[in-house]
Nanobody, 114 residues
Framework: QVQLVESGGGLVQAGGSLRLSCAVS????????LSWYRQAPGDQRKWVAT???????AYADSVKGRFSISRDNAKNTVYLQMNSLKPEDTAVYYC????????WGQGTQVTVSS
């Protein structure tokens, strides 16, 4: 059974940085696209960034230039480096793996104080 476990969330001041990690069980992430989404209180889950199996990256306009997604297939892990954080980045962050079906992690809380 495929499991995704996020880590690295926490409380940070505006302008600070965090790096989120998502560890995927099994040796399968090289086959799929990996994405980060986030969900703020009272809001719907929104796409943040994607990295394809070929290494292409895409970002939501709201995080472009501040966030960076990367993957380490040898470690079965995808990362989200978040710089210049803003209070509006506060949300639960989820990773998603898409291969033959979609798999989600349980989420990690990121809180940015002003």
């Amino acid at each position: 059974q495929v499991q995704l476990v996020e880590s690295g969330g926490g409380l940070v001041q505006a302008g600070g940085s965090l790096r989120l990690s998502c560890a995927v069980s099994g040796n399968i992430i090289s086959r799929g696209g990996l994405s980060w989404y986030r969900q703020a209180p009272g809001d719907q889950r929104k796409w943040v960034a994607t990295i394809t199996s070929g290494g292409s990256r895409a970002y939501a306009d709201s995080v472009k230039g501040r966030f960076s997604i990367s993957r380490d297939n040898a470690k079965n892990t995808v990362y989200l480096q978040m710089n210049s954080l803003k209070p509006e980045d506060t949300a639960v962050y989820y990773c998603k793996l898409e291969i033959d079906r979609i798999y989600w992690g349980q989420g990690t809380q990121v809180t940015v104080s002003s």
